[in-house]
């Protein structure tokens, strides 16, 4: 895809790129209604795996926003389908899985057929950790002791970082860094920036990835990622990502195909496209 005309669909990250915490970014109402007026299909596909899909709809819906639960995917939702392939629960076997997040986290794993452990209890096939804002010591060592005894270790997403509107904080990439540490056991990463993610909202779209625009606020997982899924990616520095670091990523195969300041001007570029050509 070489220009906005060539755009069938879009995958969409929200977090630095939709809103900062519980505050949305400039344009975000502006933003959807060109999507929906373009006929675009998109999906808003994050590596937050703490909440549920219908707690990101409450929160759109918040912002003045409507989209279905289809239009959402999140990096739990993407890890429960993945483990739950690899696992065979449709051949009846439900494995055990110890789990660190939130309610975005246990909900798609008990959604998917897996039993959840508790405390200390040492017979998980599986650890699986997100973004977990009740995290505690007695997580961190149940997590460990299971790794340790050899259950997977799967991480639903690298991001070191989370954009608030209190400023950056620790994202789940840091809980997997300290489980690492205390275990010596890299975990299998699903999210972004491995390819796992696109590849399944792209078989929701039923978009070839050539003419599926990527859109995110991370060089080093939603560029990334789009990069490795073969998808044209469109970088906005309302995020992590600043100016310098993507003029210092242009020319490199790290790069983006384009960059932005915010999702404000892609609606307008939408617009332009549109009254160009009525037809993508």
């Known amino acids: 895809m070489h220009t906005l005309t060539d755009l069938r669909a879009a995958v969409i990250d929200m977090d630095g790129v939709l809103w900062e915490g519980d505050r949305a970014l400039p344009g975000l ?5 060109a999507l929906r007026r373009r006929g675009l299909p998109f999906v808003l596909a994050t590596n937050n795996a703490s ?19 289809a239009e959402v995917l999140t990096s ?7 483990l739950q392939q690899a696992a065979g629960i449709n051949n009846g076997r439900r494995p055990r899985v110890f789990a660190i997040g939130d309610d975005g986290l246990r909900q798609a794993l008990t959604e998917a057929g897996f039993d959840l452990l508790g405390l200390y209890e ?12 009740g995290l505690s010591w007695d997580k961190l060592a149940t997590a460990s002791l299971n790794i340790r005894a050899g259950a997977r270790f799967v991480g639903t997403n ?25 275990t010596d056991v890299a975990p299998v990463v699903i999210g972004k920036p491995e390819p796992i993610m696109y590849q399944q909202a792209l078989r929701r779209l039923g978009a070839a990835p050539a003419h599926t625009l990527a859109i995110g606020d991370r060089l080093d997982t939603d560029i ?7 998808l044209p990616s469109l970088l906005v520095l309302t995020g992590i990502t600043t100016a310098a670091e993507a003029a ?7 790069a983006p195909t384009w960059v932005l300041p915010s999702i404000v001007e892609f609606a307008h570029l939408l617009e332009q496209a549109a009254a160009g050509d009525d037809h993508p």
């Not at 739990?76 to 993945?82: D, K, N």
């Not at 990334?224 to 073969?230: M, P, Q």
């Open 248 to 254: 210092a990523a242009a020319g490199t195969s790290a």
């Open 122 to 133: 040492l017979n998980a096939d599986y650890v699986v950790c997100g973004m977990d804002r």
């Open 224 to 230: 990334l990622g789009a990069i490795r899924a073969g």
């Open 76 to 82: 739990a939702q993407a890890t429960a389908l993945y």
């Open 158 to 182: 690298p991001d070191r970082s989370l954009p608030t509107e209190r400023g950056l904080t620790h994202g789940n990439g840091a809980i997997l860094a300290a489980l690492q540490t205390a």
């Open 51 to 69: 909440r549920t899909p219908d707690q990101y709809l409450a929160k759109l819906a918040g912002f003045g926003v409507s989209v279905a639960r």
């Open 29 to 33: 109402v502006e933003f959807f209604a």
